[in-house]
């Protein structure tokens, strides 16, 4: 069985810094493209950025400049950092990755997700 594992989540104030930590474990062949969304109170879930294998980024546009994405495919750990955080990234967050599992098709898996708030 393949699960996700988020960690690193917590309570921060504005200006503040938080590194979150996502490893995926089980049967795995191999790990495309990984990802953090996040969920704020009464919002649909948003995108916040994305990494290959070959590394490749892409974030959203409230992120960027602010968090970085990355990974480690020897460990099958993505990671994110969040500097300069602000009260409306507030939410959260979740991972995923697509996974190919040993002798199976790609799939899209999903973390338990790891609340963030960023509060005076």
């Known amino acids: 069985q393949i699960k996700l594992v988020e960690s690193g989540g917590g309570l921060v104030q504005p200006g503040g810094s938080l590194r979150l930590s996502c490893a995926a474990s089980?049967?795995?062949?191999?790990?495309?493209?990984m990802g953090w969304y996040r969920q704020a109170p009464g919002k649909q879930r948003e995108l916040v950025a994305t990494?290959?294998?070959?590394?490749?980024?892409n974030y959203a546009d409230s992120v960027k400049g602010r968090f970085t994405i990355s990974r480690d495919n020897a460990k099958n750990t993505v990671y994110l950092q969040m500097n300069s955080l602000k009260p409306e990234d507030t939410a959260v967050y979740y991972c995923?990755?697509?996974?190919?599992?040993?002798?199976?098709?790609?799939?899209?898996?999903w973390g338990q997700g790891t609340q963030v708030t960023v509060s005076s």
């Open positions: 995923n990755a697509d996974i190919a599992p040993r002798g199976a098709g790609i799939t899209r898996y």
């Open positions: 089980g049967s795995i062949f191999s790990i495309y493209i």
């Open positions: 990494i290959t294998r070959g590394g490749s980024t």
